[in-house]
């Protein structure tokens, strides 16, 4: 059972003005005065220049919106459970209702404040931006070995385990761990894996770290990629965990979709965090509690990007270069789902004796 004004007082309280106006002028001043830094266009060259110009305005708003819709509505779900113990929403709450429709009800409204703000910033941001231009999606993992030197002038064979790819696609490829100079020649040549005709090259130099891309044509599954540096006497590292497909994508504007997507999952998991937390601890205790738990899934690495928030910095660094980040994946949802439920199920427990508290 859904208690709609449980549901709505939530959403009212969480969509307050005082704070609304503050973020909304935080989020116009971003996208009055971020800027593509000029090595950035220069970097992008003339053809991506007006997507990274594009990626400077999303990136820059988005942080702002990653910042604090997460943290404004776990504070809100922070403050929710000690308002009812001190008799804040009897009411609202009929005496017969179970506890878990209790929790439920005002984490909708939390959730749906978080749908609100997150649609608010992406009207803002494409409003702003005003053209849409075709881009590129983030795909898969483009290997599943984990990579190898390139030395001697010897050419090192990857396989491309993508599957087959439209025409339009990109390989990036990430290297590191250059030495023998300051900068190191890369040559990658991308063979049909039937044939051995060549789909696609390119060569570029590198330095101590960096990253080369190929555009690429109709690729079929299997694909062949030779890897061998330009001087002999080079050497450098291929990080293959690191190389992506980028896919096409027939408009930019698809990434403040994918960060709305994003970022409203991981807001309906803080506030669950959050419910169960100020369920079973102080106010403060809970507080550290919820920020320690963010800090960690802001940091966690790519084996546990399943957490909610742990795709979000890779999510705002793919924006700066106007492309799509990928919408969360099978793996974050999983994750996303259980941290909600055990959040509610522990925070309905804290309740069972509530009415009787004083």
């Known amino acids: 059972m859904i208690l709609r004004g449980l549901a709505r007082l939530a959403l009212m309280r969480a969509l307050r003005p005082a704070p609304c106006l503050l973020g909304a002028a935080l989020l116009a001043w971003a996208l009055a005065t971020s800027?593509?830094?000029?090595?950035?266009?220069?970097?992008?060259?003339?053809?991506?220049?007006?997507?990274?110009?594009?990626?400077?305005?999303?990136?820059?708003a988005?942080?702002?919106?990653?910042?604090?819709?997460?943290?404004?509505?776990?504070?809100?779900?922070?403050?929710?459970?000690?308002g009812w113990r001190r008799r804040d929403v009897d009411w609202l709450a009929p005496r017969g209702a179970n506890p878990a429709a209790l929790v439920l009800s005002s984490w909708l409204g939390l959730c749906f404040a978080a749908l609100c703000l997150c649609g608010a910033t992406a009207v803002a941001v494409e409003a702003c931006t005003s053209s849409s231009r075709p881009s590129w999606i983030e795909g898969p993992r483009a290997f599943e070995g984990a990579g190898g030197w390139l030395e001697e002038g010897a050419a090192r064979e990857e396989i491309l385990a993508a599957g087959a790819l439209p025409a339009g696609s990109r390989?990036?490829?990430?290297?590191?761990?250059?030495?023998?100079?300051?900068?190191?020649?890369?040559?990658?040549?991308?063979?049909?894996?039937?044939?051995?005709?060549?789909l696609a090259r390119a060569e570029d130099t590198v330095g101590t770290r960096g990253t080369l891309e190929l555009p690429?044509?109709?690729?079929?599954?299997?694909?062949?990629?030779?890897?061998?540096?330009?001087?002999?006497?080079?050497?450098?590292?291929?990080?293959?965990?690191?190389?992506?497909?980028?896919?096409?994508?027939?408009?930019?504007?698809?990434?403040?979709?994918?960060?709305?997507?994003?970022?409203?999952?991981?807001?309906?998991?803080?506030?669950?965090l959050a419910l169960a937390l100020s369920g079973w601890l102080s106010g403060a205790t809970a507080l550290l509690g919820l920020a320690a738990l963010v800090l960690l899934a802001l940091?966690?690495?790519?084996?546990?990007?399943w957490l909610p928030l742990g795709g979000?910095?890779?999510?705002?660094?793919?924006?700066?270069?106007?492309?799509?980040?990928?919408?969360?994946?099978?793996?974050?949802?999983?994750?996303?789902?259980?941290?909600?439920a055990a959040g509610l199920l522990l925070a309905a427990a804290s309740l069972r004796r509530w009415r009787r508290e004083r």
């Open 312 to 340: 979000l910095a890779r999510a705002l660094a793919v924006l700066q270069e106007g492309r799509v980040p990928a919408p969360p994946s099978l793996a974050e949802l999983a994750g996303a789902l259980c941290v909600c």
């Open 171 to 198: 390989l990036r490829l990430a290297f590191g761990f250059g030495s023998g100079g300051p900068e190191v020649g890369v040559r990658a040549v991308l063979v049909d894996p039937g044939s051995g005709a060549e």
């Open 299 to 305: 940091g966690s690495d790519l084996e546990t990007n």
């Open 216 to 272: 690429l044509p109709e690729c079929p599954a299997g694909a062949r990629l030779r890897l061998s540096t330009v001087d002999p006497e080079l050497r450098i590292y291929h990080q293959a965990p690191q190389g992506r497909v980028w896919l096409p994508a027939r408009h930019e504007s698809l990434a403040s979709l994918a960060l709305l997507a994003r970022l409203a999952l991981d807001a309906g998991a803080c506030c669950a």
């Open 62 to 82: 988005w942080t702002i919106a990653a910042l604090l819709v997460p943290a404004w509505l776990g504070l809100q779900a922070l403050q929710t459970l000690p």
């Open 35 to 60: 800027r593509a830094s000029s090595a950035a266009l220069l970097v992008a060259g003339a053809e991506q220049a007006p997507l990274w110009e594009h990626g400077a305005l999303r990136a820059a």
